[in-house]
T-cell receptor, first 118, second 115 residues
Framework: GAVVSQHPSRVICKSGTSVKIECRSL??????MFWYRQFPKQSLMLMAT?????????EQGVEKDKFLINHASLTLSTLTVTSAHPEDSSFYIC??????????????FGEGSRLTVL | AQTVTQSQPEMSVQEAETVTLSCTYD???????LFWYKQPPSRQMILVIR??????QNATENRFSVNFQKAAKSFSLKISDSQLGDTAMYFC????????????FGKGTKLSVKP
């Protein structure tokens, strides 16, 4: 299957700093990428939908000024957690849909990034 | 809005036995897909099986099969000949048809396979 790479896999930062997480589709082009957040022992909650070349669509309750998403190319989307606070500590996962996917419906997931804010 | 419900927070099964994980969903869409994903301790999401709503035949992938009851909006996963490596969180997910659909996940079922 297609490969989606997330980096970094783990990051620890101080409160008040910003952290960028990258999501790359390695062997396919992705017009749409999704960012999820997963708290311990809970399910994945969709944060936003990222479309190449346009502004991301955020889910209700997600602060777009805090979680900046950029999808500048067909293979890269970035999530920047700005002015991070301890409550932002979580596991963040991206997924990507292949351009030719169309109605196939399959999304490919990155390995996830664990953010710890001290 | 679509919802996905997994009513079994945790389940356990003996190695080599069969286990069934339950999932129900609610939607008014006619074109959609259903998935089961596995999340082992590594946290990598792994697609187990996929079902297109328009297909009446239940999907199967080796030891994994589904019982798709469209009228009842039920989508259970059966794991046959359970193996220790099947120990993981299992998430049922719904996706609306079309190029922009995103996955809506259930809360998950933690499956433990015991030797």
């Amino acid at each position: 299957g297609a490969v989606v790479s997330q980096h970094p896999s783990r990051v620890i930062c101080k409160s008040g700093t910003s952290v960028k997480i990258e999501c790359r589709s390695l062997d396919f082009q992705a017009t749409t990428m999704f960012w999820y957040r997963q708290f311990p022992k809970q399910s994945l909650m969709l944060m936003a939908t990222s479309n190449e070349g346009s502004k991301a669509t955020y889910e209700q309750g997600v602060e777009k000024d805090k979680f900046l998403i950029n999808h500048a190319s067909l293979t890269l989307s970035t999530l920047t957690v700005t002015s991070a606070h301890p409550e932002d500590s979580s596991f963040y996962i991206c997924s990507a849909r292949e351009v030719a996917g169309g109605m196939t419906g399959e999304l490919f997931f990155g390995e996830g990034s664990r953010l710890t804010v001290l | 809005a679509q919802t996905v419900t997994q009513s079994q927070p945790e389940m356990s099964v003996q190695e080599a036995e069969t286990v069934t994980l339950s999932c129900t969903y609610d939607t008014s869409e006619s074109n959609y897909y259903l998935f089961w994903y596995k999340q082992p301790p590594s946290r990598q999401m792994i697609l187990v099986i996929r079902q297109e709503a328009y297909k009446q035949q239940n999907a199967t992938e080796n030891r994994f099969s589904v019982n798709f009851q469209k009228a009842a909006k039920s989508f259970s996963l059966k794991i046959s000949d359970s193996q220790l490596g099947d120990t993981a969180m299992y998430f049922c997910a719904f996706m609306k048809g079309g190029s922009q659909g995103n996955l809506i996940f259930g809360k998950g079922t933690k499956l433990s396979v015991k030797p």
